[in-house]
C-alpha cells in the first residue's frame, strides 16, 4: 500500500486534520451541549461566503484581504446569532437554519457570473486538504493553540459571547483547508459518538475518534483515488458507529 502514498501529500494533510480536530472536538461537545447543532454549518458557510466576495472583487486569492473577509464575516454572523440568542433562544436553531441558507445561496448568486463558480463552490465544499503544505499549517496551528488556551482556561467566563467568538475564529481557518462538510463532520460526529463519556475521557475518546478518521480516509483517498473530504466523512462515520456501539456496550456491561 506504501506505494501508493506520497507523504510529503499525506503528511501535511494529515496534520491539517489533526490541526482542526484539536479545536473542533471540544467546541463541537460544546455545539451540541447548547442544542445548536447546525450553528457550525452557518458560520462556515457564511465564512465561505467572505471567501467568494473577496474573489468576486478579484481580490489576490492568498492575501491578507481574503482571510480578513472570511473573519470579519464569520465575526459579524457570530455576534448577531449571540444578539439573537438572548432576545429570541426559543428560535435560535430555526435563525441559524435561516442564516445557512442565506449565506449559501448568496455564495450561488456571487458565483453565478463566474465561469470557475462550480469549482470554487465544489472548493468551499469539500476542502483542498491534499494541497496542504507545512507553511500554510504554522499559522493556524499558532491560532488554534492560542483558542485552546483561552477556551481551556476561561471558558466558565467567557460566556455565549467568548463561545460564538472562538467558534467563529477556529471554522474561518478550518474551513479553507478541510471544507464546509469535513467542518461539521469534525465537530458534530466524534461529539455525538462520545455523548455518554464525561471530561477528559469524553475529549480522548473524540480526538481518536477524529484521528482514526483523518488518516483512514486520506489512505483510502490516495489508494482508491476518490475525493478526500467526502471519504474523510464517510470513515468518520463508520468509525464513530463503531466506536458509539463499543462505547455502549461496555457501559451496559458495566450496568449488570
Known sequence: MTEYLDWTIVGPAL????????????????????????????????????????????????????????????LLAALGLNWTEKRWPQIQEPLIGILFILAATGGILLLAGNPHGSEHLKELLVGQILWSTWPMLVPIAILYAIVLAVWFTFRNRLGAIGFY?????????????????????????????????????????????????????IVLSSVLDLPTGAIIVWSMAAISVFAGLLLSKKKLLKAT
Open 15 to 74: 496534520v491539517a486534520g489533526l490541526i482542526v480536530l484539536s479545536t473542533h472536538v471540544p467546541l463541537g461537545q460544546e455545539v451540541l451541549k447548547r442544542g445548536i447543532i447546525f450553528i457550525d454549518l452557518a458560520i462556515a458557510q457564511v465564512a465561505g461566503l467572505g471567501v467568494i466576495g473577496a474573489h468576486a472583487m478579484d481580490w489576490d486569492p492568498d492575501g491578507l484581504e481574503v482571510q480578513l473577509a472570511a473573519v470579519c464575516a464569520a
Open 165 to 217: 467568538l472562538s467558534f467563529a475564529i477556529v471554522v474561518t481557518a478550518s474551513v479553507q483547508v478541510v471544507g464546509i462538510y469535513l467542518v461539521f463532520a469534525s465537530l458534530i460526529i466524534p461529539a455525538l459518538a462520545t455523548r455518554g463519556l464525561h471530561g477528559t475521557k469524553r475529549l480522548f475518546a473524540g480526538y481518536t475518534i477524529g484521528a482514526l478518521s483523518y488518516f483512514t480516509g
